[in-house]
């Protein structure tokens, strides 16, 4: 990573509230073909999430403490703040000397930018502001948010936009959380019904909306040079697992979630 910060375009992908079972399964079976594509072998990575919920996640990813691999560490991480006595910074680190990763990738050049989806990138009130306020530039609309049933679609042309926009030789650090998993989604399932609410296939369903639209949000973000993404999730949620619906728990379907990063070759095309 010390070598690829500075060199390539970075993109960090949290789709907010993903179970790892439940993206695991449609990785297998086929029904995320888009995603699956750039998956390493196909599948996800099963990891242990930071926190349990989006605003603890969130502190903890941008310090530099992405998911964690489930299996016995110490595990190099590709980001971390100079700090003595770390075990799992290693020679391929990036190491920053400022807070987050977001000033230590702004001191080095990157312009961060921020493309908020659930309510704590909203910026409607104090709590709303502190992690998109940590970027340089930060959108967020009633369009990208839980309750919009074409939210992906709204924040990937937001994405484009902002590539567009930027000068070619500008790096970039594009930062986006997807808020179609996050419940409400039981809109993404065609027989659903409001009155029945939110449940593990609509959940489903709304990784299959969103893998119909991240094709536009890659292509977009390798359109200018190589770049490396990252897409995982934040923490997962639960719908009635041993009694449990939501999250902010410590239950395995909110602690295990799916992760993995890849390069982009400049120039891929959306399918």
Known sequence: MSEIVGSHDLLLVTLDTLRYDVAAELAATGRIPHLARHLPGGVWEKRHAPGSFTYASHQAIFAGFLPTPVGP?????????????????????????????????????????????????????????????MFQESHWEPEFGVASPTSFEAQVARAEQVVAELPAEQRLFLFVNVAALHQPNWFHRPEATREAGDSRATHAAALEYVDAHIGRLLAAASSRRRCFAIVCSDHGTAYGDDGYTGHRLGHESVWTVPYAHFFLEPGVTAP
């Open 73 to 133: 560490g110490p595990h190099p991480r590709l980001f971390a703040a100079r700090f003595a006595g770390s075990e799992s910074t290693a020679s391929g680190t990036f190491v920053f000397d400022t807070p987050d990763l977001l000033s230590g990738l702004a001191e080095v050049g990157y312009r961060t930018v921020c493309i908020g989806g659930v309510g704590f990138f909203n910026r409607q009130g104090p709590l709303g502001s502190v992690l998109p306020g």
